[in-house]
């Protein structure tokens, strides 16, 4: 029975070297691929095909937007995925390595496969897909290195601690933190002291908070 | 340091203190006063006087108010001795330094003695005009008794110069001084004056009613002499008022009171002559030409030359009345004669009088002499009276004057001290008022500086975000782009790379190519980069040129905004960039209001070190040395002024341009 997949990517080189690589993978799997370059290529492949779910999808996180605005990202057409093609098993693939980030897609997306590209080979991809194929899961090591971070801290930071330090290590003043969280500035900067402390840091300036909350692997 | 200053001053005043005790000798000054003093006064006062003794005497005191006490007692001392020379300088003297001390009870005692002195030499107008002096210092110093003392010996002055009517108005006011004090003695001789005055008012009963009131005083003090000369005066009042018995009956009184002839030989003449004249008028001769014999023989050795006239007028009735016209007329003529010598006028006019009834031949000539004299001495008398009341009235008038001006001046006072403090007041409050509005002033200026801050603020915050988002865009694109591709190209050339087939080789070529792309665009994106940071630069012309945008539609111009390309805006200090604006803002608003211009060109330039702007309109101009400068030009220099610039305005019918250069560091 092929095994049907397909590849959401909007960059014609990366989808050739996925294509590339699948025609290495092991014959009993009899891939069949298809491909999206763009949020609404890809739904419309994805309602049209929901009386045959695809058994693979390969995700591309930084996804530019919809036309129509209603997908902003890759994350958003994640969680179609999950609603319209609930059995598809789903690899996803991102550039990003902020822990921030790849937290999230952790949360809300839960897929089978989560491959950061810069640890990526085509060797790793074959077996990535193999594993998934087999109902198997597949992280690649730097999600690894950051579940294992995580588990092993006894520290506890919420969400809204991962976006703060998400947001000051891309250089957002504190004051328009408020913006991107639904507080208050005394409440963030509360948060702020509050890491701060959990980190064991006594006298420091946000750098030495965004450092060691990346040594921790929260950020 | 203020403390030495004092301490230097306490010392050296001490020292100041102890040498002026040096050069008197202590002793000296001491001793003086308790033994010397009165040994030297009693020396100058018994021996031979002379003035260099006074001078040692004077000179080695150096009390000015002990010096005093010398003058006045030798004064007084000479006073009684009748040494009128020397009473009159040491009076003066002591006067002097009465007047020096403004010690006005010293100075009253001198007038009273000169007073005093005058009376006894007759000078009757001198010796009023001082004692009117001393009542007035006593007046000043409100003792009533001294004061009225003063009064009494005025009145009798004016007695004796016959102004009855102003001494009665000065014995009643001396009266009513004595009176509450209860002065026995000068009470006596307060309504003794009285009697007499009324006496020769013609109100007999009057006198007699106030010489018994002298003599109820009299009982107080024990005087036999005033007693027997109030008894005297009661006798004469009776035998004016044609009660001879009793007049009679009084004098008798009177010369039973022992020791008369003794103690006063001229009052026991007196009596002796006036019961005479007593009977003679009563028609009883018995005995009476023994007496004015008698009488006439005392005064005689007394030289009471008043007394002799009148004795020998009453002789001269006496022989009258005994048919003896011979005797009558020779004792008449007598007495006339010596009137004349001794200016007795009363004596005078009562001789001629007489003779006119004695001597019938000569009759008419006595008569008319009598008028004619009469009529000077009443002239003469007025002439006296209008003096004394003249000098009566100048002082006070004087007085009133002086009071006058002293409440003038008072009120003066008063009125300019309220109106100083007033304008004081206005002056405070005024100033308050313009240190008020300068506050207020301040206040506005701190918050339009404040504005602009904010809007530099503001401006400063758009760049940042402005930078943030390139910077986003430009790691997006370097992500999302130039990274995802070269991922893209290395997956590949990974899966191709132990491939040696034609195909491979050829893929690897593409790829190749397309790795060139990327350089390519890495190279746009740092381009990119660049451009963009310079655009930064834009943001003080930029506030400028919404400035000048606002302002524009007010009167409708056109303005043009040029900048040097040199000028590192960033890098100028933001109280430079607040000032400028402001004097921009100014100059702008001054167009607006008054210059009616259509173009208004703003340059900007940097030459050496210094920014130079010039802002050119092309209004109706105005005259820049004629008209006062409004708040307006003012703030511009003084603002230009603060930031060690200079500012030049030249201006004419083409326009207006304001050149102002400001030094950058």
Redesign the interface.
């Known amino acids: 029975m092929p095994t049907k997949i397909l590849i959401i990517d909007d960059?014609p080189?990366?989808v050739?070297?996925?294509k590339?690589?699948l025609l290495?993978i092991r014959e009993e799997l009899d891939p069949v691929m298809d491909i999206a370059v763009n949020c609404d290529d890809a739904y419309e492949k994805i309602i049209s095909s929901q009386d045959q779910p695809y058994h693979l999808i390969l995700l591309d996180i930084?996804l530019p937007p919809s036309k129509d605005g209603k997908i902003l990202s890759g994350e958003d057409l994640g969680l179609i995925i999950r609603e319209k093609a609930p059995s598809s098993h789903l690899i996803v693939l991102t550039?990003f390595n902020e822990n921030y980030r790849l937290h999230n897609i952790l949360k809300n997306l839960n897929p089978e496969g989560f491959l950061i590209?810069?640890d990526?080979?085509?060797?790793e991809?074959l077996k990535a897909i193999e594993e998934v194929s087999t109902n198997k899961h597949y992280y690649s090591h730097t999600v690894i290195e950051l579940l294992r971070k995580q588990v092993t801290s006894d520290i506890l930071i919420d969400n809204i601690d991962r976006k703060i330090l998400f947001h000051l290590s891309?250089?957002?003043q504190t004051r328009n933190l408020i913006d991107v969280v639904p507080l208050s500035l005394a409440a963030v900067e509360k948060r702020k002291r509050l890491m701060k402390e959990a980190f064991g840091i006594r006298n420091g300036g946000d750098i030495l908070l965004l450092e060691t909350a990346k040594q921790m692997g929260f950020l | 340091m203020f403390n030495d200053f004092f301490y230097y001053f306490l010392i050296s005043f001490c020292f100041l203190s102890c040498s002026d005790n040096k050069s008197v000798n202590p002793s000296n000054s001491n001793d003086f006063k308790d033994n010397n003093y009165f040994e030297t006064l009693k020396d100058l006062k018994t021996s031979n006087f002379s003035k260099d003794s006074l001078q040692i005497l004077v000179k080695r005191i150096n009390n000015d108010s002990l010096r005093n006490e010398i003058y006045f007692d030798l004064a007084y001392h000479f006073y009684k001795k009748n040494d009128s020379l020397n009473f009159r300088e040491l009076n003066n003297k002591s006067f002097d330094l009465s007047l020096n001390q403004k010690d006005t009870i010293k100075m009253a005692l001198s007038y009273w003695d000169l007073a005093n002195f005058f009376y006894q030499r007759n000078q009757n107008d001198s010796s009023y005009f001082y004692y009117n002096k001393a009542y007035n210092f006593y007046e000043l110093k409100q003792n009533n008794f001294m004061g009225a003392r003063m009064l009494l010996n005025m009145a009798i002055i004016q007695k004796d110069i016959k102004d009855y009517v102003g001494s009665e108005a000065s014995t009643i006011k001396a009266i009513k001084k004595i009176k509450p004090l209860k002065k026995n003695k000068h009470l006596y001789m307060a309504y003794n004056n009285l009697g007499i005055i009324y006496n020769q008012l013609g109100e007999f009963d009057l006198s007699l009613k106030y010489h018994n009131t002298a003599l109820q005083y009299e009982e107080k003090i024990k005087s036999p002499l005033n007693r027997i000369s109030t008894l005297n005066n009661i006798g004469v009042a009776f035998h004016n008022k044609g009660k001879l018995t009793e007049a009679i009956e009084t004098y008798k009184k009177a010369l039973s009171i022992d020791s008369i002839f003794y103690n006063d030989p001229d009052l026991y003449a007196m009596l002796l002559d006036n019961l005479a004249h007593a009977k003679l008028t009563d028609n009883d001769t018995l005995g009476t030409k023994k007496l004015f014999l008698e009488a006439l023989k005392i005064r005689e050795e007394l030289e009471h030359e008043a007394g002799i006239v009148i004795n020998k007028l009453h002789l001269s009735e006496y022989f009258l009345k005994e048919g003896d016209t011979a005797g009558a007329i020779k004792y008449a003529r007598e007495a006339k004669l010596l009137a004349e010598q001794s200016t007795s006028y009363d004596g005078l006019l009562e001789s001629m009088l007489l003779l006119s009834k004695i001597d019938k031949a000569n009759s008419n000539r006595f008569l008319n002499d009598y008028i004619r004299i009469n009529d000077s001495l009443q002239r003469k008398e007025r002439s006296i009276r209008n003096n004394f009341a003249r000098i009566r009235f100048e002082t006070d008038q004087f007085i009133a004057e002086n009071t006058e001006l002293n409440v003038q001046k008072n009120r003066i006072l008063y009125g300019a001290s309220g109106v100083v403090l007033f304008l004081g007041l206005l002056v405070v409050i005024r100033t308050q008022k313009v240190r008020n509005k300068e506050l207020k002033l301040d206040k506005k200026q701190q918050k339009a500086n404040e504005d602009i801050y904010n809007l530099l603020l503001e401006q400063q915050n758009k760049i940042e975000e402005g930078r943030?988002r390139v910077?986003?865009r430009i790691s997006e694109e370097l992500?999302?782009g130039v990274?995802?591709?070269i991922?893209?190209?290395r997956?590949?050339l990974?899966?191709?790379n132990n491939k040696i087939d034609p195909a491979s080789i050829q893929t690897r070529e593409n790829?190749l190519g397309?790795l060139k792309a990327i350089e390519e665009e890495v190279r746009n994106i740092a381009h990119d980069l660049n451009k963009d940071f310079l655009s930064s630069e834009k943001s003080f012309l930029t506030i400028i040129e919404e400035l000048l945008e606002k302002q524009k539609d007010i009167s409708g111009f056109v303005y043009s905004i040029e900048n040097d390309a040199d000028l590192e805006w960033d890098k100028i200090n933001s109280k430079i960039k607040i000032n400028l604006y402001r004097i921009i803002q100014e100059a702008v608003q001054n167009i607006n209001k008054y210059a009616a211009a259509s173009n208004v060109d703003l340059t900007f330039e940097k030459l050496n070190d210094s920014l130079k702007i010039k802002i050119l309109d092309n209004g109706c101009g105005f005259n820049v040395e004629k008209s006062v400068e409004g708040i307006g030009i003012k703030n511009l220099r003084s603002r230009v002024k603060d930031l060690n610039g200079s500012i030049s305005i030249i201006s004419g019918k083409q326009g207006t341009n304001i050149f102002v250069s400001l030094p950058l560091n």
């Open positions: 960059h080189i990366i050739e070297g996925y590339n690589t290495e930084s550039m590209k810069s990526v080979t085509p060797k991809l891309k250089g957002v | 943030y910077k986003k992500h999302d990274l995802s591709q991922f893209g190209i997956f590949v990974a899966g191709l790829y397309e």
